[in-house]
């Protein structure tokens, strides 16, 4: 199994390499537990999704406290057949999710939002989760939406994606959990995803 | 067939909402084809490929000549089993690509990039192909990446996604026939893709 991101940070501010540059810092906590390398357009982060989604959700948070209008956006990916087996990039979650019903799966991820963190900073996110390689997709999809309905973040759905709404903690562990609990444990499902804080338009 | 995008726009200055409002002036032309909304986050366009691509292609070309660092992001998305049909979004390439062999597919690909229009700007991007629905779908996707390296866009792979140099019009094209010409013709396939131009950081 292989488990990353492509994460790029987008600070509406004439001032965004020092609004990254403080960003990136939120970062270090994690530089043991996940290859992080950055090129001009993206910062790569391979692991495990807990120390995964903690860094990219700390990574926005912290940035999401600076007054500027700031956006992310990112790539993930787990079980892509064309990249290689990363033993650091173990997963419990995806062991227990196989073979558990829809229905307790929608459950146990209710009860890991609930437990998430408050970040004390409110963000916007639109994303779309594609289950790759299966001929049924759309059921898996739709139980994910259901979950999301569900989850305290849900805002509305959209054409091609779901708005979520909410404190940083709880909207990134609705991430995680769209992202593990649903589509084959040992499939190729991926998230395009795009959080927002401090937009002076809002709805 | 329903075919559409959701649409962001991030130029990285403080004056970032004169920047948007000059860069959406670039719509006009397509508003006939395109049913386009905006909201807090993002622009949906739907209508036919054409002036689809066309539409968002002059959106970022503008955006890029204006001198700030600017990026867009996209989620492309046709034939999901979600949305309603629309006859705006009828496509002949797409009727044309059903039942072609993949290696004719992939010469009218590099043939489409060739006629592409220069549009006077270089710009970068990032992007993944998702074929959905089907088992076999690593297929599709190596037979985008071989005509991806053949377009004369292609700068290199990266982990989850592939990046594409040069003129907005050749970029874009390559763009569009990855979206069109790989994947079933009837079948649900979606591309999340980050555009960049001006960039401090260049490599």
């Given at each position: 199994?292989?488990?990353?991101?492509?994460?790029?940070?987008?600070?509406?501010?004439?001032?965004?390499?020092?609004?990254?540059?403080?960003?990136?810092?939120?970062?270090?906590?994690?530089?043991?537990?996940?290859?992080?390398?950055?090129?001009?357009?993206?910062?790569?982060?391979?692991?495990a999704p807990g120390p995964l989604i903690d860094a990219i959700r700390d990574l926005f948070a912290t940035?999401?406290?600076?007054?500027?209008?700031?956006t992310m956006h990112v790539t993930l990916s787990r079980g892509c057949p064309g990249e290689p087996?990363?033993?650091?990039?173990?997963?419990?979650i995806l062991a227990i999710a196989q073979n558990t019903?829809?229905?307790q799966r929608q459950l146990q991820a209710?009860?890991?939002?609930a437990e998430a963190p408050d970040?004390?900073?409110?963000?916007?996110?639109?994303?779309?989760?594609?289950?790759?390689?299966?001929?049924?997709?759309m059921d898996e999809i739709y139980g994910c939406i259901e979950f999301l309905k569900s989850s305290g973040t849900f805002l509305r759905s959209k054409n091609f994606c779901t708005r979520l709404r909410g404190d940083a903690g709880a909207v990134f562990e609705t991430l995680r959990q769209a992202f593990l609990r649903f589509g084959p444990a040992e499939g190729h499902v991926t998230i395009d995803l795009t959080a927002s804080a401090n937009s002076p338009s809002k709805d």
């Amino acid at each position: 199994m292989f488990i990353g991101a492509q994460v790029s940070l987008y600070p509406m501010t004439s001032d965004f390499v020092q609004v990254i540059m403080s960003g990136l810092k939120a970062l270090d906590p994690y530089r043991d537990d996940l290859r992080i390398e950055t090129d001009d357009m993206s910062t790569l982060m391979v692991g495990a999704p807990g120390p995964l989604i903690d860094a990219i959700r700390d990574l926005f948070a912290t940035t999401a406290r600076n007054p500027a209008h700031s956006t992310m956006h990112v790539t993930l990916s787990r079980g892509c057949p064309g990249e290689p087996d990363d033993p650091s990039c173990r997963c419990d979650i995806l062991a227990i999710a196989q073979n558990t019903p829809l229905a307790q799966r929608q459950l146990q991820a209710q009860e890991a939002v609930a437990e998430a963190p408050d970040m004390g900073v409110q963000i916007d996110v639109q994303f779309s989760l594609y289950v790759l390689g299966q001929d049924r997709h759309m059921d898996e999809i739709y139980g994910c939406i259901e979950f999301l309905k569900s989850s305290g973040t849900f805002l509305r759905s959209k054409n091609f994606c779901t708005r979520l709404r909410g404190d940083a903690g709880a909207v990134f562990e609705t991430l995680r959990q769209a992202f593990l609990r649903f589509g084959p444990a040992e499939g190729h499902v991926t998230i395009d995803l795009t959080a927002s804080a401090n937009s002076p338009s809002k709805d």
